[in-house]
């Protein structure tokens, strides 16, 4: 019997996660590792529960590889996942992750405690440092998920190496993320209506025009492409679970909210 | 002692008088192919009888408590891997059936030096397009298809006390749930008394019993299709024999 715990049981079947391989890449003596994370997620508190976004953006150095990643990954009812990092790494991720919740929930007959999902995702990190000092996969995500005990959303970010981090209001993380953490600071600060007493409609404005105002100042941070149909995937957990933003909506609130002039 | 055939061959039908024996006392199972989906129904005192093993697919069983869970874990580590390095839509019914218990449970059946599985049991999964798929397996290995409604009965004549209602229901996939429920319940009941009983037994189950009602269906949200029953909702459905 496995306890519940689906790393273990994928690790007896020959599974090897994390495991360090020999890699062109000398580690940096003075412990960079020379990756670029180069996204932009956003997670933050809104009055129904968490907003959590992120851009479309995939780059390999300086090539845009691909525009329509989903870097913002359901992983239950009730919890979600945002990648910042290496894409092939950070999906894995999200797949164990996803499927450590269900294992769990239908091999010991009830769900993973709140702390014990935030803590799977902490013990992926560290079992993978070895890769990411190695520089060849390092992921720094943001874990968000709903808590039925207290009826709120609970926002987390990690680093690299697996430490945990639970945010009073929000947490980006990615290479366009310190334009917009100011931001978002500044607008918690002074505006009229802060993120946390925000609806959902506003919310999700913000989002979007934390997003835009990533991708000015990062070039591995994409914008909204009206023309090729491409807006960020943005997503809310509140008491319901998860809920995905409709492209339509994303569409008329970007043309109506965050660039009306833009013809 | 059973190196000679007619040993063998007698020592596995005592072991199949064993086996009818132990499980007499069980308590049925009930799958049901309706609008929304595959609709399980079961009462336990104690240990759960029904479980959701993948995504689209749910167990039910009639057991020993201890076989009942190696078995389900053998069948969710399975199903979980195969899942996970391939896709969710590799996960069938059929597969884990065909390929997971049922060699193991033959096997131990027929060693009859060992323990056998104290088992029969039930696997219902929304197939391709929504299809209703469901499989039995007895505690000998043997296991069959079925598309339409099944009792997993704990003998015979359990299933024949049912087996009028079952042919109705089997005839009413296309109904809701919720308008099938009460022949459904009755149909479960018959498999556990007389038809002079019935009345009472279910409303004593009701009472002192836990009713698991189960909903595989493809309009839940999200990639599990396993929706249990609150009490609230089995509450709504039972009215008419909570009344008094």
């Known amino acids: 019997m496995s306890g519940g715990d689906f790393l273990n049981l994928l690790k007896k079947d020959g ?14 003596p003075n412990g960079k590792t020379g990756l670029t994370s180069a996204t932009t997620i956003l997670a933050f508190k809104y009055k129904d529960g968490i907003m959590i976004a992120g851009d479309r953006r995939a780059t390999a150095g300086t090539t845009v590889m691909h525009d329509r990643a989903d870097k913002v990954i359901d992983i239950d009812r009730y919890a979600v996942m945002a ?17 450590t919740f269900k294992y769990y929930r239908r091999s010991q007959l009830q769900d993973l405690s709140l702390e014990g999902k935030v803590r799977a995702l902490s013990r992926l990190l560290k079992e993978n440092a070895p890769m990411a000092l190695q520089g060849v996969g390092a992921v720094a995500p943001i874990f968000a998920v709903y808590d039925p005990l207290i009826k709120e959303g609970r926002i987390y970010f990690y ?16 290479s366009g993320s310190p334009g917009i953490r100011g931001a978002l600071h500044h607008h918690n600060k002074w505006s009229d209506t802060p993120a946390n007493e925000a609806g959902e409609e ?55 909210k965050v660039s009306p002039n833009d013809v | 002692m059973f190196e000679e055939p007619y040993r063998w061959v007698e020592a596995v039908s005592n072991r199949r008088e064993y086996l009818d024996e132990q499980l007499k006392a069980g308590s ?45 874990n053998v069948i969710l580590d399975m199903a979980h891997v195969e899942g996970f390095n391939r896709s ?33 049991l039930l696997i219902a999964e929304l197939g391709p397009a929504d299809a209703p798929v469901l499989y039995t397996l007895n505690y000998d290995g043997v296991f069959k298809e079925e598309h339409r409604a099944l009792l997993l009965a704990p003998n015979e004549e359990a299933a024949e006390r049912s087996a009028a209602i079952m042919k109705t229901l089997s005839k009413k996939a296309d109904r809701p749930m919720a308008e099938l429920f009460e022949e459904a319940f009755k149909a ?55 009344a008094d």
């Not at chain 1, 680093?159 to 990615?174: N, R, S």
């Not at chain 2, 929304?36 to 129904?41: C, P, R, V, Y």
């Open chain 2, 88 to 120: 969710p839509s590799d996960v069938t019914a059929r597969r884990l059936i065909q390929f997971g218990l049922a060699p193991m449970v033959k096997t131990a059946f027929e060693e009859i030096a060992h323990a056998p599985f104290i088992i029969r």
């Open chain 1, 159 to 174: 680093d690299i190496l697996g430490a945990e981090f639970e945010v009073v209001e929000f947490a980006t993380t990615g």
């Open chain 1, 83 to 99: 990648i910042a990092g290496v894409p092939a790494t950070a999906f894995e991720m999200a797949r164990v992750l996803s499927h």
């Open chain 1, 15 to 28: 599974y090897g996660f994390g495991t360090p391989a020999a890699s062109p890449y000398p580690m940096d």
């Open chain 1, 202 to 256: 506003e919310a999700i404005v913000l989002a979007m025009r934390l997003l835009e105002t990533a991708a000015e100042f990062d070039v591995a941070t994409s914008g909204v492409k009206k023309a090729d149909n491409i807006f960020p995937t943005i997503k809310t957990i509140d008491k319901e679970g998860v809920h995905t933003v409709p492209l339509d909506r994303l569409n008329a609130l970007y043309r109506e």
């Open chain 2, 28 to 72: 049925p199972v009930l799958a049901l192919p309706c609008r929304e989906g595959i609709f399980l129904l079961s009462a336990s005192s104690g240990t759960q009888k029904v479980y959701e093993i993948y995504d689209r697919i749910a167990m039910g069983a009639i057991g020993h408590p201890a076989d009942v869970e190696r078995l389900r």
């Open chain 2, 188 to 242: 479960w009941g018959l498999a556990e008394c007389e038809a002079n009983k019935l009345e009472a037994h279910l409303k004593e189950t009701l009472k002192e019993r836990r009713i698991e009602a189960v909903l595989l269906s493809s309009a839940i949200p999200g990639p599990s299709k396993y929706h249990e029953l609150s009490k609230d909702e089995i509450a709504d459905l039972t009215q008419s024999w909570s």
